[in-house]
């Protein structure tokens, strides 16, 4: 007798979403592209859902560019930004794994980070209130900018690329602008070959735990999990298309870039 796999959720009327991030964001771009997507006072964006999928897909493009397979880890340090809303949604289109990075740790917990899940690329802010980043990661790595190529360095010896978020000269980083123009056509025909491979039961995300009793735990969930967490989650506060949903909490926790920024995908609100 032929076994076939399934999933079994509970007493709510309707069956789980059986989507991937990027096929969520493809939906919502369908059904809403010209509305107002993402408005980032402290930047001056205002971008559409068309827009923000044309961002997305360049930056995921340029992924690939720089080497990056689908499985790779990424990590993201920086506050909230719009760069930021970018790169989760292009390391989905690409099959990249986020690594959400807190803002506020400091070089030990950046390096247990890096090394406990083997970002091979870290996307970063230059600098967040007191804390220099370029200078905590060169402390870190004196190998950046010592050779050209891929960063080969003896305390973070899987991260190979470092992009940084400002538009400064910075030697041995590459600008996230510098991403799109990577990417080129070549890229963009690579995320349409790797698309059919993209699986909702795939990992997606990774996130740190506070580490209250020991070191942080590094948490792996799929599409599945955070799409379903954002969907229903939009159901329960009855979000909709004409909603308009401010997030000043930070990204790099579920509930910025989950019950937040993943939510509003899913039901086409700014």
Not at 59 to 88: F, K, Y
Request: proline share 5%; glycine share 8%.
């Amino acid at each position: 007798m032929s076994q076939t796999p399934s999933y079994v959720h509970g007493v709510g009327p309707a069956p789980l979403l059986g989507l991937t991030v990027d096929e969520l964001l493809q939906r919502t771009v369908e059904a809403h592209g010209d509305s107002e997507a993402l408005v980032v006072p402290h930047q001056g964006v205002r971008w559409s859902w068309r827009e923000l999928r044309q961002r997305v897909d360049a930056a995921a493009a340029g992924l690939l560019a720089i080497g990056l397979e689908p499985r790779d880890r990424v990590g993201i340090w920086a506050p909230n930004c719009a760069e930021w809303i970018v790169t989760q949604f292009a390391t989905a289109r690409a099959g990249l794994i986020l690594v959400n990075i807190n803002p506020a740790y400091r070089k030990f917990e950046l390096e247990y980070a890096l090394n406990r899940v083997g970002c091979r690329a870290l996307i970063t802010a230059a600098s967040f209130k007191s804390s220099d980043y370029l200078k905590m990661l060169r402390d870190l790595a004196p190998e950046i900018g010592a050779r050209q190529g891929r960063l080969r360095s003896e305390r973070l010896p899987d991260l190979e690329t470092v992009v940084v978020l400002d538009d400064g000269e910075h030697d041995g980083f590459l600008r996230f602008s510098e991403l799109a123009e990577r990417g080129g056509e070549e890229g963009r025909s690579r995320l349409d070959e790797i698309r059919p491979g993209l699986q909702f039961d795939d990992p997606i995300n990774i996130k740190f735990t506070s580490g209250t009793t020991g070191s942080p735990k590094a948490a792996t969930l799929t599409h599945h999990n955070i799409v379903n967490n954002a969907w229903l989650v939009g159901e329960r506060i009855q979000l909709s298309a004409k909603d308009r949903l401010c997030i000043p909490v930070p990204m790099y926790h579920c509930f910025g870039m989950v019950l937040g920024t993943l939510a509003c995908v899913a039901y086409g609100s700014t």
